[in-house]
């Protein structure tokens, strides 16, 4: 089976900018989460996605979005981006129901750089 | 609101030898899930072992296992028989059973295992 798959890799972007990251699911998972990992604040919840439908968000700025497609691969949006943007963006699938017997998949990561 | 302390930034050792990590918690609910993750340089973060908060067993997996004290909020991570590929950065993390794949990261351990 394969794993969760996240394009692109690496991104640089500058101020002001918007950017479009992708996550892919494993097969058969409907429930895509998204993190941001920066050292100064860790792994942070940005959002999920359970077919098609926000069902959670974090404590993040509306220039932060996502959508979901019926196929679940999922995007995530940064719009006008700022410096302190700069992160590993980290993506999660799993099957999103009962949550006993799920566990959550992330993908590989992808490395933002804002300039 | 949840969270997660992890009070030990970095810890090192020998081949070989025992190793625990700390993890402590913070929650007004009574039913949730812990978990902790490994991210080896590589970034990807791998599910190490996951405890359910109704079970008074603790959890293990081969070489790991949990000290799972619900009381105290104590949560913490033995890894026995270390091995050099358990080098890596080591999150502990909470997760309520309903509602979202939701899940509050602590600041992380990284645990360096020397030859």
């Known amino acids: 089976k394969a794993g969760v798959t996240q394009t692109p890799r690496y991104l640089i972007k500058t101020r002001g900018q918007q950017v479009t990251l992708s996550c892919s699911p494993i097969?058969?998972?409907?429930?895509v989460s998204w993190y941001q990992q920066t050292p100064g604040q860790g792994l942070q919840f940005l959002f999920e996605?359970?077919?098609?439908?926000?069902?959670n968000k974090g404590n993040f700025p509306g220039r932060f979005s996502g959508r979901q497609f019926s196929n679940s691969r999922s995007e995530m949006n940064v719009s006008t981006l700022e410096l302190g943007d700069s992160a590993l963006y980290l993506c999660?699938?799993?099957?999103?129901?009962?949550?006993?017997?799920?566990?959550?998949?992330f993908g590989p990561g992808t490395r933002l750089t804002v300039l | 609101a949840q969270t997660v302390t992890q009070s030990q930034p970095e810890m090192s050792v020998q081949e070989a030898e025992t190793v625990t990590l700390s993890c402590t918690y913070d929650?007004?609910?009574?039913?949730?899930?812990l978990f902790w993750y490994k991210q080896p340089p590589s970034r990807q973060m791998i599910l190490v072992i996951r405890?359910?908060?109704?079970?008074?067993q603790n959890a293990t997996e081969n070489r790991f296992s949990v000290n799972f004290q619900k009381a105290a909020k104590s949560f913490s991570l033995k890894i026995s028989d270390s091995q050099l590929g358990d080098t890596a950065m080591y999150f502990c993390?909470?997760?309520?059973?309903?509602?979202?794949?939701?899940?509050?990261f602590g600041q992380g351990t990284r645990l360096t295992i020397n030859p």
């Open positions: 993390a909470f997760a309520l059973i309903q509602g979202a794949q939701k899940l509050v």
């Open positions: 929650t007004s609910e009574s039913n949730y899930y």
């Open positions: 097969s058969g998972h409907r429930s």
């Open positions: 999660a699938s799993s099957s999103g129901l009962a949550f006993s017997t799920d566990t959550q998949y």
């Open positions: 996605y359970f077919s098609e439908t926000q069902r």
């Open positions: 405890q359910e908060a109704y079970k008074q």
